[in-house]
């Protein structure tokens, strides 16, 4: 029995500790930490300055371009974590716009549009798509950047009616 605990346990810390290692699972790992109002996921899924510094180096930039673009990181972690809560404080908000409830929302999908800055692996737009009471709604997310600690975000996130292309 004991061995049976620790296996759910195991299997549940792992689960809520992965990392979005794809565009689409990033984009569902937002939609869940707006979902359940979880303003500490949500900030775990903004760059922090020391993965942009690894952007940085990594990227295919000039070392001139490199040392601008590493002035521009200082302070960064302290500006997504206020970013994040913005973040959710205007989702939130536009969704009581909506009357919507959080509780009866259903993941529908990710549509990604891929994006290569500095040399980097990222997605200019990530727009996830979520069904509420008979209507499709999207929670837009913008440049996003693959990192070691998998998909992260450095722009507002904004929410909207679903209209398809």
Not at 87 to 115: C, H, T
Request: with cysteine.
């Amino acid at each position: 029995m004991k061995n049976l605990l620790f296996i759910i346990v195991s299997a549940l810390f792992f689960a809520c500790n992965s990392v979005p290692s794809t565009p689409e699972d990033f984009g569902k790992a937002v939609f869940e930490a707006v979902k359940s109002n979880d303003e500490k996921a949500l900030k775990n899924l903004f760059l922090t300055e020391e993965e942009y510094g690894d952007i940085i180096n990594e990227s295919a930039l000039p070392e001139d371009k490199k040392n601008l673009e590493r002035g521009k990181a200082i302070g960064l972690s302290k500006n997504m974590e206020g970013l994040a809560v913005l973040s959710m404080e205007s989702v939130q908000r536009i969704a009581g716009n909506y009357n919507l409830d959080w509780s009866k929302a259903n993941f529908k999908s990710v549509q990604v549009i891929p994006g290569n800055e500095f040399g980097i692996e990222g997605a200019h737009y990530i727009d996830v798509i979520f069904e509420y009471n008979g209507f499709d709604y999207v929670l837009n997310i913008g440049d996003s950047f693959k990192t070691k600690n998998g998909w992260k975000t450095f722009k507002e996130l904004s929410m909207s009616n679903y209209k398809p292309n």
